[in-house]
């Protein structure tokens, strides 16, 4: 016996001299930052790259952490679904007390089961979303030098369930978080780091991260399948579709109108072949397959700079055209819809990722009663719009049954006109 605890002695001895020496070269002090105006320069450097409006702008949220705990996060109510094992808690974010058991087989009180899903809503959230919440209350951000690079030491001297952590925010030069070191009360080595670099855009524009790596601990955290989603900005834009009777212009085959009197379209829009009229010349454009397209002058096809011509001439169908038809692209693809406050109503944030002339743009849609768009704010960064508003008037029902506008004003004073507007079949 005396043997056995004398090996038994000997092994405790050579793990705690093995733990020892893992500690003193792993472990590192919390750096020392530099507050103020450079610190949180690069923190809002680091959200610009994470698209933050979005972030800011999304209704809900859906993961999972490490395949055991499960969530839906509908953050514009400050609701959010918690669900492990055979437990499942409604958590009320904003009012803890107002929190629902929805169902439960473990033999715990309803404040215990509730504390539970906190505190795993306030860990897993993080690892989803920590980057965004550099300015929350109590939180303090300073620069620090990592590897001859400004790094970003972000410290929660309030809320969650560990108020005193600290992160330092390694970025790319982008600003975009590659990983990040911590010092927490739960990981007794200072300093380990973890991965921020496999992320995916959601439906929504946000990027968020879809698995981290651990590298001291050879842990691999997956969030599961990451989605965001904004179903009352979805609700809102189908109001408009049904109020502007966008099924009929769905059936419609063709749209003729002018553009401020320079330039006229006939559209077939199920073939989708554009006729674009000037003085005495007229180019057929098809954007599905260029190189049909031609231009004719005088009735007669021309060839010189033929290729410059056609492409400026679907440059200008695409700007023509949505003076037009704007508000029936709502859910086509690459358009990301929020909603946003206008003088305390609610309007419609549109913002085009892909396609068009411009991709990058945005517009907010105000909108009357009927959820008709009277007017909508431009963003548009290459021609430095901001906020800039138009109207959208005298809508009417066409032959086809569909609503379009006929006029539109700037803030200037000045009118657009769509000419004889007609769609029909």
């Known amino acids: 016996m005396k043997k056995v605890l004398k090996v038994l002695g000997i092994f405790v001895a050579i793990l705690a001299i093995v733990i020892a020496i893992f500690y003193y070269k792993n472990n590192e002090s919390l750096p020392i930052g530099v507050q103020g105006k450079e610190a949180d320069n690069l923190a809002t450097k680091m959200l610009t790259a994470l698209n933050y409006d979005a972030y800011k702008n999304t ?35 904003k009012n803890p007390s107002k929190s629902v058991i929805v169902k439960s087989e473990e033999n715990s009180t309803a404040a215990a089961l509730i504390k539970t899903a906190t505190d795993y809503f306030n860990n897993d959230s993080f690892w989803l979303v920590a980057p965004f919440k550099v300015f929350d209350t109590g939180v303090e951000r ?13 410290t929660y001297t309030s809320g969650g369930s560990t108020p005193g952590d600290s992160y330092l925010w390694i970025l790319d030069d982008r600003g975009l978080p ?35 790596a651990i590298g001291l601990f050879g842990v691999e955290l997956n969030m599961g399948d990451v989605k965001s989603s904004n179903p009352k900005a979805d609700a809102l834009a189908y109001k408009i ?11 419609t085959r063709y749209l003729e109108w002018s553009f401020r009197g320079r330039r006229s379209y006939k559209w ?67 358009i990301i819809r929020s909603i946003v406050t206008i003088d305390d109503k609610e309007a419609l944030k549109v913002k085009y990722t892909t396609g068009g002339t411009t991709p990058g743009d ?3 849609w105000i909108l009357n009663d009927d959820y008709l768009p009277i007017k909508y704010l431009m963003n548009v960064p290459s021609m430095k719009m901001n906020q800039v508003p138009a109207t959208w008037e005298d809508w009417f029902v066409t032959e086809s049954g569909t609503m379009l506008p006929k006029t539109h004003t700037f803030s200037s004073g000045r009118k657009l006109s769509m000419g004889d507007v007609k769609a029909y079949n």
């Open 59 to 93: 209704e809900s949220f859906e993961w999972s952490f490490r395949d055991n705990h499960h969530y839906k996060w509908n953050k514009s109510e400050n609701k959010v679904t918690v669900s492990w094992d055979n437990n499942e808690v409604l958590l009320d974010t």
């Open 142 to 154: 300073s620069i620090v030098k990592h590897q001859g690079k400004e790094a970003l030491l972000v």
């Open 178 to 212: 590659k990983s990040y070191k911590m010092w927490v009360d739960i990981i007794p080595i200072g300093g380990a780091e973890a991965t921020w670099n496999t992320w995916t855009t959601t439906s929504t524009g946000v990027l968020l991260p879809t698995k981290h």
């Open 241 to 251: 579709l049904k109020t502007i009777k966008h099924d009929a212009y769905k059936k």
């Open 268 to 334: 077939d829009k199920q073939k989708n072949i554009v006729e674009l009229s000037g003085i005495g010349n007229k180019i057929i454009i098809y954007p599905d397959n260029m190189i049909d397209s031609k231009i004719l002058i005088k009735g007669k096809e021309g060839f010189e700079d033929k290729s410059r011509i056609i492409n400026r001439g679907l440059a200008t169908f695409n700007n023509d055209s949505f003076w037009l038809v704007a508000p029936h692209k709502l859910f086509e693809p690459g």
């Open 362 to 364: 945005s517009y907010i």
